[in-house]
């Protein structure tokens, strides 16, 4: 069992050590305080299903359904290009610091839809999980292992970014530092955006 849930719980984590759309939004979160639980508890449970999907077997979807491939790619990419505008505008305008007292917070419903879409029309999370977890699982003995070292490893991964952000706290007192980090995410979100559209 060690031996398939080792390599799946590294090969999972560094799937998703890289910073993209949704690791950038966790981050945001956690360094707003927003709703941080829900967030972690969303990003790690999504990766669940879809990693317990690709263990499964079932990594062929998008051959077996042509139009699958180009309706996420492009749904996705268009999603990504506006939320990177909204994230340079916020730049562009500034003072989108720690939230204040009394300011109103994102709701939760409106924070988790836009995870869910950061989440789910990220074709790459397909190819991560679906196609290449569920292929590499493959070559071990115990999947179900494998599978589980991979799961353990997003639920570790979200929860300690989301309440790790924390310890940036000072940092992102500054308001320049939220432009910057604003700034950051659109180009993030952009670049997601372009290598979809054009790879």
């Given at each position: 069992m060690v031996s398939s849930f080792v390599p799946g719980f590294f090969l999972g984590l560094?799937?998703?050590?890289?910073?993209?759309?949704?690791?950038a939004f966790v981050l945001r979160q956690g360094l707003r305080r927003e709703h941080v639980f829900w967030v972690c508890l969303t990003c790690a449970v999504s990766d669940a299903l879809l990693i317990t999907a690709g263990v499964a077997g079932i990594g062929t979807l998008a051959e077996m359904v042509p139009w699958?491939?180009?309706?996420?790619?492009?749904?996705?990419?268009?999603f990504l290009i506006v939320y990177g505008a909204r994230n340079a505008i916020s730049a562009w305008r500034g003072g989108s610091g720690l939230r204040a007292e009394g300011q109103a917070a994102t709701s939760l419903r409106r924070t988790l839809l836009t995870l869910l879409a950061l989440t789910w029309l990220n074709p790459h999370v397909y190819l991560d999980t679906l196609v290449l977890l569920g292929?590499?699982?493959?070559?071990?003995?115990?999947r179900v292992a494998f599978g589980t070292g991979a799961v353990l490893a997003s639920f570790s991964f979200f929860f300690a970014l989301g309440y790790g952000a924390r310890l940036l706290e000072p940092?992102?007192?500054?308001?320049?530092s939220w432009r910057i980090l604003?700034?950051?995410?659109?180009?993030?979100?952009?670049?997601?955006?372009?290598?979809?559209?054009?790879?």
């Amino acid at each position: 069992m060690v031996s398939s849930f080792v390599p799946g719980f590294f090969l999972g984590l560094s799937l998703i050590l890289a910073i993209g759309a949704q690791n950038a939004f966790v981050l945001r979160q956690g360094l707003r305080r927003e709703h941080v639980f829900w967030v972690c508890l969303t990003c790690a449970v999504s990766d669940a299903l879809l990693i317990t999907a690709g263990v499964a077997g079932i990594g062929t979807l998008a051959e077996m359904v042509p139009w699958f491939e180009p309706v996420m790619r492009y749904g996705g990419a268009a999603f990504l290009i506006v939320y990177g505008a909204r994230n340079a505008i916020s730049a562009w305008r500034g003072g989108s610091g720690l939230r204040a007292e009394g300011q109103a917070a994102t709701s939760l419903r409106r924070t988790l839809l836009t995870l869910l879409a950061l989440t789910w029309l990220n074709p790459h999370v397909y190819l991560d999980t679906l196609v290449l977890l569920g292929t590499i699982s493959a070559q071990y003995d115990d999947r179900v292992a494998f599978g589980t070292g991979a799961v353990l490893a997003s639920f570790s991964f979200f929860f300690a970014l989301g309440y790790g952000a924390r310890l940036l706290e000072p940092l992102f007192a500054k308001p320049n530092s939220w432009r910057i980090l604003d700034a950051l995410i659109a180009l993030t979100m952009w670049a997601i955006a372009a290598s979809l559209l054009f790879n």
